[in-house]
Structure formats: C-alpha cells, structure tokens
C-alpha cells in the first residue's frame, strides 16, 4: 500500500496543473473523453471547443507558448490523423508537439523531447487506447526510462545531450537580427516607405527590427482592425492620428492621440477604430503575428452599435 501511495504522489507531481484542448470534428469525440478523464484526475482543463485543425492546433500552440514554462500547462490537440493539429501547435516558440499513436510512442515523446502538447488521432485511436496514451504522456517526466531506452535510465552522455537539447531546440528557426541591436546608428531606418497590411484595408506597416520584432504603422481615418489578438504582448506610442483600442478581454477602452502609449498583453482580444490618418511605433515582445476573433463587418457593427 505504501508503494502504491508513493507512486500516485510522484505521478501527482509530475501531471500538468492545467491543459489546454481542442480539436476538429474528426477529433472532438475523442478530445471529451479525454477532457473528462483529465478533470476526473483534478487537472485543469481550458476547453477551447472544436474549430478547422489548423485553428485550432495553432490556438493551443500559441497559448502554451504564452504560458510561463513552469506553470505546468500542457496542451491537448486532436484531429483525424492526429498530425495536421500538432503542426501548426508546433509553429510557436517553446512548443514540442508531438502526435502519439501508442503509449510507448507518449513516453518516448515526453522522455526524449519535452512533449508539452499531445496530439492524438480521432479516427485511428480508441477511447480506452487514448487514455492510456494519455496517463503515460501525463506522468512521464523528462528523461525518464521509456522504451528508446530500453526502460532503463539514459547512460550519462545521453542525459547531457537531452539536457543540452533543451536550450538548443528553441533556437531553431528564430531569425537573427540584422542588426547589432548594441550600436544605435545600425538600428537606424531611413527609408519610411511602408508596405500594405493586406489582411486589414486602410493600414501599412514597416518592419524595422526582426526579432523581437519592432514597426512603424500607418492606418487612415475610419480604418477598424477587427478583434484579434497576438502571442507577444506589446508596447506602442502613438505619432500622429487618434484612435481608440477596446481591450475586450478587459472590457476597457482607451482613446489615444498623439504621444499616447499603451501596453496590451498577449493574448489579449481587442478591436481597434481610426478617426483620422494615424501612424504609431510598435513593439512586441517577441515576433509579430496575428489571429483574427471576428471578420470586419462584425467589428464595424460592434462599434456602430456602441457595444465596442
């Protein structure tokens, strides 16, 4: 008994505290089940419903991305084949999503690479195969014995290269800057000619440092970016113009003329209205991107109505 109790204790540490799911349709069925095993086992569970896999798997993606490293959130991802979802999870810094078809498949995926999002196939896995997959990918800690190892601890040299992994892999397709960000006069930008935002009519914007990445943006007067939001949270200082900013994960308001500066966490949700030609400096804190939650239509509507 005290074996057994010893061993739900070291399992207890090393779940996750919270997890992150989602899926498509060929995936949902699954993804519940495992949903409802998770919160029988008091794991948090932020269910972010079912959406087209590539959505869905970047939205998990970038919300583990923007979680912090020790917070013990992990993500959950399902689609048919289990792999379209856990491509897009991985295109976000610090996300080792790996798709598992077997238990030994999730205990080598959390021993060798750190997997932090399971992704698992709703038409080829079972629901009883599936939590299997799930407990040993949940209780797995990093470098532990797993079957590549022939269920022994990993010889010294091994462990060294798998530690030494960690700070390597994310590294990986981060863009150098082309500039010494230690010398001013090679950060200089001369040339202001801007280039279209083709996702958002009315705006342009210039890229002057990649990484993390810093613009200069221009929008003209009624341009509205539509709610969205960014993995990196970011600064901005208003130049010329006058906007308002409605963070609608807050439910606040901000109206903005020049000289202005606002900070919006990542994550965050907010819908953006232009009264006059308006340009600002940008800063994220890390690369740019962005995922729309409304088309434009709605978002002009919203702010027609005074429902913003």
């Given at each position: 008994?005290?074996?057994?109790?010893?061993?739900?204790?070291?399992?207890?540490d090393t779940r996750p505290r919270?997890?992150?799911?989602?899926?498509?349709?060929?995936?949902?069925?699954?993804?519940?089940?495992?949903?409802?095993?998770?919160?029988?086992?008091n794991i948090e569970v932020e269910?972010?419903?079912?959406?087209?896999?590539?959505?869905?798997?970047?939205?998990?993606?970038?919300?583990?991305?923007?979680?912090?490293?020790?917070?013990?959130?992990?993500?959950?991802?399902?689609?048919?084949?289990?792999?379209?979802?856990?491509?897009?999870?991985?295109?976000?810094?610090?996300?080792?999503?790996?798709?598992?078809?077997?238990?030994?498949?999730?205990?080598?995926?959390?021993?060798?690479?750190?997997?932090?999002?399971?992704?698992?196939?709703?038409?080829?896995?079972?629901?009883?195969?599936?939590?299997?997959?799930?407990?040993?990918?949940?209780?797995?800690?990093?470098?532990?014995?797993?079957?590549?190892?022939?269920?022994?601890?990993?010889?010294?040299?091994?462990?060294?290269?798998?530690?030494?992994?960690?700070?390597?892999?994310?590294?990986?397709?981060?863009?150098?800057?082309?500039?010494?960000?230690?010398?001013?006069?090679?950060?200089?930008?001369?040339?202001?000619?801007?280039?279209?935002?083709?996702?958002?009519?009315?705006?342009?914007?210039?890229?002057?440092?990649?990484?993390?990445?810093?613009?200069?943006?221009?929008?003209?007067?009624?341009?509205?970016?539509?709610?969205?939001?960014?993995?990196?949270?970011?600064?901005?200082?208003?130049?010329?113009?006058?906007?308002?900013?409605?963070?609608?994960?807050?439910?606040?308001?901000?109206?903005?003329?020049?000289?202005?500066?606002?900070f919006t966490p990542a994550g965050?949700?907010?819908?953006?209205?232009?009264?006059?030609?308006?340009?600002?400096?940008?800063?994220?804190?890390?690369?740019?991107?962005?995922?729309?939650?409304?088309?434009?239509?709605?978002?002009?509507?919203?702010?027609?109505?005074?429902?913003?």
């Amino acid at each position: 008994m005290a074996n057994t109790t010893a061993s739900a204790a070291a399992s207890a540490d090393t779940r996750p505290r919270k997890i992150i799911a989602g899926a498509d349709g060929f995936g949902a069925e699954l993804k519940d089940a495992l949903i409802s095993h998770l919160q029988s086992l008091n794991i948090e569970v932020e269910d972010l419903g079912t959406s087209d896999y590539y959505s869905v798997g970047a939205e998990v993606g970038r919300r583990v991305s923007a979680a912090e490293s020790d917070s013990g959130t992990r993500g959950l991802v399902a689609c048919g084949t289990g792999v379209g979802v856990g491509i897009f999870a991985n295109k976000f810094p610090g996300v080792f999503a790996a798709t598992c078809l077997t238990a030994a498949d999730a205990l080598n995926a959390r021993s060798i690479n750190n997997c932090n999002v399971l992704a698992v196939s709703g038409m080829s896995t079972s629901k009883d195969s599936a939590v299997e997959i799930l407990n040993a990918w949940l209780d797995t800690p990093f470098k532990a014995p797993c079957p590549a190892s022939n269920s022994k601890p990993w010889e010294d040299n091994l462990s060294c290269f798998l530690d030494n992994s960690m700070k390597e892999m994310p590294k990986i397709g981060k863009e150098e800057s082309k500039f010494d960000s230690s010398c001013s006069i090679c950060c200089l930008v001369k040339n202001r000619e801007l280039n279209p935002i083709d996702m958002i009519p009315g705006g342009s914007m210039k890229i002057v440092r990649e990484s993390p990445t810093s613009a200069i943006v221009r929008f003209k007067a009624g341009s509205v970016e539509p709610a969205h939001h960014h993995t990196f949270g970011h600064d901005l200082v208003v130049m010329e113009g006058r906007k308002s900013v409605w963070n609608l994960s807050k439910g606040e308001k901000f109206d903005l003329g020049v000289g202005d500066y606002l900070f919006t966490p990542a994550g965050d949700v907010h819908r953006v209205k232009y009264y006059e030609d308006t340009e600002f400096f940008i800063k994220w804190d890390g690369h740019w991107d962005m995922f729309f939650d409304e088309d434009l239509e709605t978002a002009k509507s919203e702010i027609d109505k005074g429902s913003a």
